[in-house]
């Protein structure tokens, strides 16, 4: 059948030089952060980041948004710009949705002013929250929290505006993705129908 031509070849026909295309080859994955890694593709200080935790990954991925040091949970990696940009943009209003662990009773009042939108440290509202108890535990509460804004440590900022530390906190949906039973420091591709779904958005 011949020699195969890469990108890379100069291939002439007639005389007339023929381009062949170089089509990238994206991916789409996520990871289920465990606590104490950052997310950067590296870290001067020498922290342990999430890349490490991708080591048979052959393409280089970059993380859609970002997890703090202390949390957990999903997170989306792609090296689809487009499709980055396009999750991250605030005019999207992209669902987060997180398991928050905090200290001590909230109340029905308190849960009321978090789904109001309360006034940040930054003297800043957010955006109303969809917040649900999820049960209360020995001086501390579980709730469920979905936003739509992309803030710098957000949701602990939110709990501590109403007088609560979060103890823990993991993030379990973004957008249309569910963290679901992937285990803890284990990354999967997605689907071709989750990525389908990503990108009606």
Same mark, same amino acid.
Do not use: C, Y
């Given at each position: 059948l011949g020699d195969q031509a890469t990108y890379k070849d100069l291939l002439t026909v007639n005389g007339e030089r023929v381009a062949i295309s170089r089509k990238k080859s994206y991916r789409y994955l996520m990871l289920y952060k465990p606590r104490g890694y950052v997310t950067t593709t590296s870290d001067e200080l020498n922290r342990r980041c999430v890349m490490d935790l991708l080591t048979d990954v052959e393409e280089r991925v970059y993380p859609i948004g970002r997890l703090d040091?202390?949390?957990?949970?999903?997170?989306?990696?792609?090296?689809?710009?487009?499709?980055m940009n396009n999750l991250l943009h605030p005019s999207r209003e992209v669902s987060k949705e997180y398991l928050v662990k905090v200290s001590n009773r909230v109340t029905d009042e308190e849960i009321r002013r978090l789904r109001a939108g309360v006034r940040l440290d930054d003297d800043r509202m957010t955006s109303p929250a969809d917040v649900h108890l999820v049960r209360y535990e020995t001086f501390a509460s579980v709730l469920l929290v979905t936003i739509h804004e992309?803030?710098?440590?957000?949701?602990?900022?939110?709990?501590?505006?109403?007088? %609560?530390?979060?103890?823990?906190?993991?993030?379990?949906?973004?957008?249309?993705?569910?963290? %679901?039973?992937?285990?803890?420091?284990?990354?999967?591709? @997605?689907?071709?129908?989750?990525?389908?779904? @990503?990108?009606?958005l």
């Open positions: 040091k202390d949390s957990e949970g999903l997170l989306l990696l792609t090296n689809d710009g487009d499709l992309g803030r710098n440590r957000q949701v602990r900022r939110m709990f501590s505006a109403i007088g %609560h530390e979060v103890v823990a906190l993991k993030r379990v949906g973004f957008a249309t993705i569910k963290l %679901h039973d992937l285990p803890r420091g284990q990354w999967r591709r @997605l689907t071709d129908v989750e990525v389908r779904k @990503l990108k009606e």
